[in-house]
């Protein structure tokens, strides 16, 4: 990792070999091969799966439940912020191994960016608020999922065997129909 400094003058610049906070030797942890055993690495990974499966379960309860308040806006805040947090976390670790990693940076970027413009919607209920809170955060799941099976999808039951494209292109496949049907089924969104 390359740190610059600047000079007190302010005006030349050096730059100076830092050694890698995700320096060192993979681990395999819970069958999961985890590219650094650094320990700043391995607690941000840490806070990050922990985050991220609040995340994901938060996202599919908000889904499932009743639209309208109570435990749709309560999980759907949840998911939310988790999302943020995880976005926050993705872009630590996707930094520290820019040169692997830049696209789980994109991904969780995509997904929190999809994420605000859902909750901006409902939050200014400007026309068609529905169709877009509904969409952005049906695309915000599929392409956090997306980000979790092209890290994790070679490591995994089944998808091990599928080509890395799969792990692509396989949670929007499943994804955009579902959003394509709740926007179809929904009664604001059909206005």
Not at 11 to 31: F, K, M, R
Not at 41 to 70: D, E, N, P, Q, T
């Amino acid at each position: 990792m390359e740190a610059i400094r600047f000079h007190a003058t302010g005006i030349a610049l050096a730059a100076e070999s830092l050694p890698s906070p995700a320096s060192g030797h993979a681990v395999v942890i819970a069958g999961l091969e985890i590219p650094s055993d650094s320990p700043f690495f391995l607690a941000v990974v840490g806070i990050h799966v922990l985050i991220a499966l609040v995340c994901v379960a938060a996202g599919i309860v908000a889904m499932v439940s009743r639209k309208g308040g109570g435990r749709h806006s309560t999980f759907g805040t949840a998911y939310f912020w988790s999302l943020a947090l995880v976005s926050l976390s993705a872009t630590i670790l996707s930094a520290l191994r820019w040169a692997e990693d830049y696209h789980l940076f994109v991904l969780g970027a995509l997904a929190f960016a999809a994420a605000v413009v859902a909750r901006t919607a409902i939050r200014r209920r400007r026309r068609h608020w529905v169709r877009v809170h509904l969409t952005g955060m049906g695309l915000s799941y599929v392409l956090v999922l997306t980000a979790f099976y092209v890290d994790n999808g070679k490591n995994l039951p089944l998808w091990k065997e599928l080509p890395p494209l799969a792990y692509w292109l396989l949670p929007a496949t499943v994804g955009m129909p579902l959003i394509v049907h709740a926007l179809l089924r929904h009664p604001l969104a059909r206005r």
